[in-house]
């Protein structure tokens, strides 16, 4: 079992330490590179997103209220709540004639705290649409129209739009229906726990998959990269730096994935200790590594604040830092 951290140093000392398990697979399911234990148990959170959004286009719903890949794109992401993020989740609610009010992931305070900040200061009442899920339930209350199903409890257990994302889940990652956790996430609807290695062969064969839905998911994620995540976050800058040489995910509770499709890999680690702030530096660190035997090139210097982040006082000043220490195990 090979170590992989992140530190957080403060005044030139390691304060503490968050073991990272990681797994890097390929399109047939073979580790290719690991740290920790990848084949953990975990839950998949948000970084599930865009095979949630899968059914909603092979089912017909996209095409039937005329989604394009903006409106795939927001329903894969975790958005930061901007004005266009919260624009587009309204115009689908409208196109698939549902009220705000639908949403089951209801409101919560903007993952961006400059749109924090400025919700604030503007005292504006945060409502369903600021959820950085909404995207993804809109694309949920679509498919429940589209197939004529009853939208009430439509992010719930037992209802058919969650059997359609079971089903997607299971098929891509390889993992029986019956080997799912299933729970329930943090937006309300269903989440999914299963190995980090069946994380990432998913993500590995989503980059090169030829399948239509696939193929639209991954090619709206990488021309509307500004819709997965939002300004200044990992998710954005690596899809757009990389022109889709990765396509990433981030998940909640130190959950990041990513297809490699020039290489036919993917990545899906998780922080054990779910500190939010390592899991950009320690995605970035892996594909560095994967990065010196073989690709993608990455433009380091446009990254370097995901990377080594630097961690200030409340006067502003630099006072330590988050660092990796470790190195993945090739098989």
């Known amino acids: 079992m090979n170590a992989f951290a992140i530190e957080s140093t403060r005044s030139g000392f390691v304060e503490s330490v968050h073991s990272v398990h990681v797994a890097v697979v390929d399109v047939a399911g073979r580790l290719v590179a690991s740290a920790g234990a990848p084949q953990r148990m975990t839950w998949w959170r ?108 439509y992010a719930r257990e037992g209802h058919p739009v969650q059997a359609c994302i079971t089903e997607a889940v299971a098929r891509w990652t390889g993992v029986a229906r019956e080997q799912l956790w299933l729970g329930v996430d943090g937006c309300t609807a269903m989440c999914f726990g299963l190995p980090l290695v069946a994380m990432a062969g998913a993500y590995a064969r989503l ?18 990269p500004e819709l997965v995540a939002g300004t200044r976050r990992l998710c954005t800058e690596l899809i757009a730096l990389s022109r889709g040489e990765v396509v990433a995910k981030v998940g909640a509770e130190g ?33 560095r590594q994967v990065g010196e035997r073989q690709g993608p090139r990455l433009p380091w210097s446009e990254l370097g604040h995901h990377l080594a982040p630097e961690l200030r006082n409340t006067r502003g000043e630099v006072i330590g830092g988050l660092r990796v220490a470790g190195a993945l195990q090739v098989h």
């Open 46 to 153: 948000s970084a599930a997103k865009p095979f949630q959004a899968l059914p909603v286009v092979e089912e017909g719903a996209a095409d039937h209220f005329g989604f394009g890949a903006r409106e795939l794109a927001l329903m894969c992401g975790s958005h930061s709540s901007e004005p266009v993020h919260r624009a587009l989740a309204m115009s689908m609610l409208r196109a698939c004639g549902v009220e705000e009010s639908l949403l089951a992931c209801g409101p919560h305070p903007p993952l961006s705290q400059a749109v924090a900040d400025e919700a604030l200061r503007a005292n504006v009442v945060i409502t369903p649409r600021w959820s950085n899920c909404s995207g993804k339930h809109a694309g949920m209350l679509a498919l429940a129209r589209h197939r004529g199903w009853d939208v009430a409890g």
């Open 255 to 287: 959950v990041y994935c990513a297809a490699l499709p020039s290489l036919g890999l993917g990545v899906a680690l998780k922080v054990e200790d779910g500190d939010a702030r390592c899991s950009p530096p320690a995605l970035l660190e892996v594909l």
């Open 207 to 224: 980059g090169v998959s030829d399948a239509p839905g696939a193929r639209r998911v991954r090619e709206a994620m990488v021309a509307h």
